[in-house]
Antibody, heavy 120, light 107 residues
């Protein structure tokens, strides 16, 4: 059973960089797609981007200029960095594994989520 | 980006009711449509992928249908644990987008 666990700062100041790690257990990070999805409090879900285990990435164009996703296979961990944050970036951040099978892309395992608040 | 629109945004129903939630894509996405259930304070949970394939372990009262631009999630007989928010998500092309959600409440 794959499990994902986010660890993040909780509070980030405006204009600074948000950094969150996701630790994967119960499975290999050397396959599949490793994603970040966020959800502002009380609102819907927004896909941020993924890193494929080989190192290729794909980011949501709405965030692309500020996002970096990286993988540390030795630690079975992947990370999100979001620069120049504003209050609009306040959200629950989820890490999630996605399967790409027969052309279908779906999120089958999720972390519990970590709330990041942007405030001075 | 492909826009996903769900209806209704909220729905009141009783235990035992049959309910249907619809999802419309802004362009044809074949059968590349997934459904998730999210309970308060929890992460989304995959129910159905490829429009109609039930994930192993998901009760058979859940079913999905549709292709192209119009899709539906049906719960044949609501159980107390089904009151949650449901999201559709297109897996056709990045950026992968979600519907705005349908909140299913107890009548």
């Amino acid at each position: 059973q794959v499990q994902l666990q986010e660890s993040g700062p909780g509070l980030v100041k405006p204009s600074e960089t948000l950094s969150i790690d996701c630790t994967v257990s119960g499975g290999s990070i050397n396959s599949d797609y490793w994603n970040w999805v966020r959800q502002p409090p009380g609102k819907g879900l927004e896909w941020i981007g993924y890193m494929f285990y080989s190192g290729s990435t794909n980011y949501n164009p709405s965030l692309k200029s500020r996002v970096t996703i990286s993988v540390d296979t030795s630690k079975t961990q992947f990370s999100l960095k979001l620069t120049s944050v504003t209050a609009a970036d306040t959200a629950i951040y989820y890490c999630a594994r996605a399967r790409y099978s027969g052309g279908h892309y779906y999120f089958d395992y999720w972390g519990q989520g970590t709330l990041v608040t942007v405030s001075s | 980006d492909i826009q996903m629109t769900q209806s209704p945004s909220s729905l009141s129903a009783s235990v035992g009711d049959r309910v249907t939630i619809t999802c419309r894509a802004s362009q044809s996405i074949g059968k590349y449509l997934n459904w998730y259930e999210q309970k308060p304070g929890k992460a989304p949970n995959l129910l159905i992928y490829a429009a109609s394939s039930l994930l192993s372990g998901v009760p058979s009262r859940f079913s999905g249908s549709g292709s192209g631009t119009d899709f539906a999630l049906t719960i044949s007989s609501l159980q107390p644990g089904d009151f949650a928010t449901y999201y559709c998500q297109q897996g056709y092309s990045a950026p992968y987008t979600f519907g705005q959600g349908t909140k299913l409440e107890i009548k």
